[in-house]
């Protein structure tokens, strides 16, 4: 069983020698021949130089090391990551030690044993962050669940191992705009799901703050969803039928109860009201109407600046 391990890398200087000789440790106790793919996505540290380091001293294992010409994220890590794998099993796995090799033979034991699984992906068991974020991601997940036609397993992350079909599934999409954990869903196939303990992060910290997870749910949302664009509709319809019915009252109290009708205050709270929602929804349209014309300029999803290939191939069968 030939698998690639596809490992993103953003300013990971304190892990990624570390990642390497547990991964190393994990799987000598398997048959399973492997092969290492880092992303070195543009990292301002000293990664570059310790992959350089591990592919030039560790000959004894097959190392790809691509590395962007600046940060593109992660996303496209992982699709550059996939690209150059040559594995028939590919596994994302983060470089920080958060999650264990010994669970990605875990997986490999259930794509070996139980053949109508095309993919697993391991979802965190507990969840260790504040109930606050707990919530927010469940309430996203909740959301995107209800807007989009795709179904996303509330916990799963990215960390995942799955047959070569599925990687070629997932290099024919080809949109600048990824969003993975929709991907997955979106191109089907089977996949199990097996709760996994986080680690704390080795070394480093963690690259997401509030707001960019906040960016990335509305990335997620847009990407597979097109529903917020008729929110326009609903609330134009909403507003309509809402004035339509203020008109009649409006004439009612004038000709039958000859009520002198005021309204400095009513009239630029509606303006405001209707100025806002209208705001509101031309931004929508512009977010979609922005991913588009950037998808049509069929920019690179990354730009290597130097691939180094492993000097031999896959050697046991
Ligand atoms: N990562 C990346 N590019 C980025 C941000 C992150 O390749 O722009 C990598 C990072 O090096 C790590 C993985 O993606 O291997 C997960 O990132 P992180 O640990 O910050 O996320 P968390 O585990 O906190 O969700
Ligand atoms: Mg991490």
């Excluded at 990642?19 to 106790?29: D, Q, R, T």
């Excluded at 470089?95 to 109508?116: G, T, Y």
Aim: aromatic share 14%; net charge neutral.
């Amino acid at each position: 069983m030939k698998l690639s391990l596809v490992v993103p890398c953003y300013n990971e200087e304190g892990n990624v020698e570390l990642f390497y000789e547990e991964c190393v440790k994990a799987f000598a106790k398997t048959d399973i021949d492997y092969e290492f793919v880092f992303v070195n996505d543009g990292s301002r540290d000293k990664t570059a130089e310790k992959l350089k380091k591990l592919y030039t001293e560790k000959t004894e294992s097959r190392i790809t090391v691509v590395s962007f010409s600046r940060n593109f994220g992660k996303e496209s890590a992982i699709y550059a990551g996939i690209k150059n794998s040559s594995g028939d099993y590919v596994s994302l796995i983060d470089a920080d030690l958060q999650q264990r090799p010994e669970v990605v033979i875990e997986m490999m034991n259930i794509l070996e044993n139980e053949p109508e699984y095309d993919c697993v992906a391991a979802y965190q068991g507990v969840r260790k962050e504040g109930s606050v974020m707990t919530g927010f991601k469940s309430g996203f997940y909740k959301l995107i669940n209800k807007l989009s036609e795709v179904e996303l397993h509330a916990d799963a992350s990215d960390f995942r191992t799955f047959s070569r079909t599925v990687a070629d599934a997932i290099l024919e999409i080809g949109e600048y705009h990824r969003f993975s954990k929709g991907i997955f869903s979106w191109i089907g196939f089977n996949t199990k799901y097996i709760p996994y303990e986080v680690q704390e992060r080795n070394s480093g910290e963690t690259k997401w703050s509030f707001t960019k997870l906040v960016r990335y749910a509305f990335e997620g949302i847009s990407a597979f969803s097109t529903k917020p664009l008729k929110l326009a509709t609903y609330l134009g319809m909403l507003t309509a039928f809402a004035a339509i019915v203020y008109l009649i009252v409006v004439i009612v109290q004038r000709i039958w109860f000859n009520v002198a009708v005021s309204g400095y205050a009513t009239i630029v709270a509606l303006i405001l009201l209707l100025g806002g929602i209208q705001l509101f929804c031309i931004g929508i349209i512009g977010s979609y109407l922005a991913k588009t014309y950037i998808q049509s300029k069929h920019r690179p999803i990354f730009v290597a600046k130097e691939i180094l290939k492993p000097k031999e191939k896959f050697n046991k069968a």
